[in-house]
């Protein structure tokens, strides 16, 4: 392929789009954020008599904002001769979503919704230890998977060490990969901007999972053919930012052929899928777009900008 202009040369201003992208990811996704009943708490409560949606909805609301509920939303849908009451809110542990439980039914009653407990017909209870419970084991997955990554690199990349240490590399990567995070972020953040039914949920994690060794693995292959070409150099004297730059565009026809292959994929799950298959193709799809750019672009000029040759090297590479 041939080499148009020199990435390496633009370094500083890759590096201040993807901090604009990365800032102004995570407030769209703040701004926007709503979580599922998984992480927070909810309580579905059927019972056979046909009610008022909407007063028992505002008395519901009330009571539960009275009772110091963090953002009730309450949800009254009545399906042949039942009437389905879901509330959804923030809680602090297990034993307040089965209080919550109990306040609705004493409540029920209080206000002749139902004349007896037998009336109900079906209850079920979300407890929010389910995202306590993925809390733990996806910090815990996530920092094994680092050290085994830092690792890896550390013996991978030990024959360059006298020019960039593998360490670099190892934060350089990780560094990266939150910026890989921060694009699905966005995606979801301008989801539930637009839908207000879809929330964080496990899908959301799934994709987030699912695309780390992805991302991970194209920004390995950038800095391998970084490190191929400077074993290869006999030169005393080496420019590293034309490396860089020759690498970079020896393996950007990979990358784009690899991200077009994958999206192909993610397209037609798009299409033929259903809502959650849709939302996690989505995250997805905005994913590997954001991992192509990172490990080209923001990836290798950064590991490049922390060698300290950048002032020194760029009258060299603006002569070739």
Same mark, same amino acid.
């Given at each position: ?12 201003? /890759?590096?201040? #789009? ?126 094994? /998977? ?42 979801? &953040? ?9 929330? #964080? ?11 780390? &060794? ?26 590293? &930012? ?24 993610? #397209? ?39 060698? &300290? ?12």
């Amino acid at each position: 392929m041939i080499k148009k202009f020199s990435i390496i040369k633009r370094t500083y201003l /890759w590096l201040i #789009v993807g901090w604009m992208i990365l800032i102004w990811a995570w407030t769209l996704f703040f701004m926007n954020v709503r979580l599922s009943e998984e992480f927070t708490g909810w309580v579905k409560i059927t019972i056979t008599n046909i009610v008022d949606n909407q007063k028992l909805q505002s008395d519901l609301t009330t009571y539960l904002t009275q009772q110091k509920y963090q953002n009730p939303n309450v949800l009254i849908q009545v399906e042949w001769e039942t009437t389905e009451i879901s509330v959804k809110t923030k809680v602090e542990n297990d034993e307040k979503v089965n209080e919550l439980s109990n306040q609705i039914e004493e409540q029920l009653l209080a206000w002749s919704y139902i004349s007896d407990t037998d009336e109900i017909i079906s209850q079920s209870i979300t407890w929010p230890s389910v995202w306590n419970y993925m809390q733990k084991t996806a910090k815990n997955a996530l920092l094994i /998977w680092l050290a085994l990554m830092a690792i890896y690199m550390m013996f991978s990349f030990s024959a360059i060490r006298k020019s960039i240490p593998p360490s670099t590399l190892a934060i350089v990567t990780i560094i990266t990969m939150i910026f890989d995070a921060s694009i699905p972020a966005w995606a979801y &953040g301008f989801l539930m901007m637009i839908n207000n039914s879809v929330t #964080v949920d496990t899908v959301f994690i799934i994709a987030v999972l699912t695309n780390m &060794g992805y991302s991970i693995n194209d920004t390995i292959i950038v800095f391998d053919r970084i490190r191929e070409n400077i074993q290869n150099k006999n030169e005393k004297n080496l420019v590293y &930012g034309k490396i860089f730059d020759t690498s970079l565009w020896q393996t950007m026809r990979r990358s784009i052929g690899t991200s077009l292959s994958t999206l192909l994929v993610i #397209v037609a799950m798009y299409i033929f899928g259903t809502w959650a298959i849709k939302d996690f193709a989505f995250t997805i799809g905005i994913w590997v777009l954001a991992w192509s750019f990172s490990s080209i672009f923001i990836a290798a000029p950064m590991a490049y900008l922390t060698m &300290g040759k950048y002032k020194k090297e760029r009258r060299a590479m603006e002569q070739e």
